[in-house]
């Protein structure tokens, strides 16, 4: 987490290659993403983005960009995501925000990435959408599949992270379990806690 600006998504797209650093070595599991194939990688390592993604087609075509040998799995990856097996052959340029965002978590869950990054995922979807989103997250986690999400909300940080990140100005200021977050901060991380985390 971190104010806006402080290179929170930049750090994860590192995590996925959608950016090469100018120093240093991202790592996966030991390798260094730049010797990996990015498309192998990235059914590795699954992401999803702060604003829904759709493709044009309907959402069973969206699944099977990801995961041609989809067939009958669709409904369960829906299902999965908290929606049912209608939406198949629904239009996914026709989806609701929230249900977009689902859509593209299923997109992503498909290929069964080892780590799933979500970048803001609910900024701008409703509260129940943002609950149904955190719940697929945490539900991720519980089942050995972890999660690296992105949030400037200290209220949703509280509510799903075992271990937390700050990032100001580009910099990791703080990396420890969230328990401990407030009592083991730094004075700059404290300034942001104080203001600058937002409630959505």
């Known amino acids: 987490m971190g104010p806006s600006g402080s290179g929170k998504s930049t750090l994860l797209r ?5 950016e090469v650093p100018e120093a240093g070595v991202v790592r996966f599991r030991g390798d260094d993403l730049a010797s990996l194939d990015p498309l192998h990688l990235r059914r590795r390592v699954g ?10 087609g309907t959402v069973r075509e969206n699944l099977e960009v990801a995961e041609p040998a989809l067939g009958d799995a669709a409904v369960p990856a829906l299902e ?4 049912s097996g209608a939406f198949v ?3 996914a340029r026709q989806l609701s925000g929230g249900e977009a965002q689902r859509v ?9 990435p080892e780590v799933v990054l979500m970048d803001e995922v609910t900024s701008s979807v409703d509260p129940s959408a943002t609950r149904a989103l955190e719940e697929l ?7 050995g599949v972890p999660v690296l999400w992105v949030t400037h909300d200290l209220a949703q940080m509280h509510r799903l992270a075992d271990h937390v990140l700050v990032v100001i100005e580009g910099r990791v200021v703080h990396a420890g379990e969230a328990a401990a977050l407030e009592s083991e901060a730094s004075e700059a991380v404290r300034e942001f806690l104080a ?4 409630h959505e």
Do not use: I, K, S, Y
């Open 47 to 56: 992401m999803v983005f702060q604003r829904p993604t759709p493709f044009a």
């Open 80 to 83: 999965r995501v908290g929606l």
């Open 14 to 18: 590192l995590c996925n290659r959608l």
């Open 89 to 91: 052959e629904r239009d």
């Open 104 to 112: 593209c978590l299923a997109r992503t869950l498909v290929t069964n």
């Open 195 to 198: 203001g600058g985390a937002t």
């Open 137 to 143: 997250g945490a539900g991720l986690a519980a089942v």
